[in-house]
């Protein structure tokens, strides 16, 4: 079964938000996506004008594309995983290196229907949100199917965004 991505009227409000946001501030933002696959650069993207601030993001499936694009180490992937603190917290460095931005969101997570562990279960997702005076890094468990965690954790982070303004 093949879903697409539908950016929610909700989404869609966080995402202009954000941008007038960083306008008011002269920043921008940039975005390292695993579990979203691009989703958090979509929604942004839908925001007519939203070239004045959003720089770009990458999309970085893979562990060797998190070394190669984003500088994460190898010795975090071995010791941590992709779906750890230190990993989004690396990418999210990288993406603002990378996309010479004020900002950047990184996420990576399990959004299922498989690969969850007892250690890291179906719907957890690391975020992390880098920009001026600013270093997060949380997690969450999202309930529901792949395109539901996706879609949370989309909503999670502009909203996490949102509010460092």
């Known amino acids: 079964m093949v879903t697409t991505t539908v950016i929610t009227p909700q989404t869609l409000e966080l995402a202009e938000q954000l ?3 960083l306008l008011e501030k002269q920043q921008t933002i940039a975005t390292a996506e695993s ?15 939203s070239s004045a601030w959003f720089n770009g993001g990458l999309i970085t499936y893979t562990n060797d594309l998190k ?29 603002q290196a990378q996309c010479n931005t004020s900002w950047a969101i990184a996420v990576s997570g399990v ?18 949100l880098v920009g001026p005076g600013c270093e997060e890094v949380w997690s969450q468990t999202f309930a529901g199917n792949r395109q539901k965690v996706r879609s949370q954790t989309i909503d999670e982070v502009l909203t996490k965004a949102i509010n460092q303004f």
């Open 19 to 21: 941008g007038q946001c």
């Open 35 to 49: 579990c979203t696959g691009g989703g958090i650069g979509y929604a942004i993207t839908e925001v007519a004008g």
């Open 67 to 95: 070394r190669q694009l984003l500088n994460v180490s190898q010795r975090t992937l071995e010791k941590d995983g992709a779906v750890s603190a230190e990993c989004v917290k690396q990418m999210a460095l990288g993406a």
């Open 111 to 128: 959004a299922g229907p498989g690969g969850g562990t007892v250690e890291k279960p179906v719907g957890l997702v690391w975020m992390a």
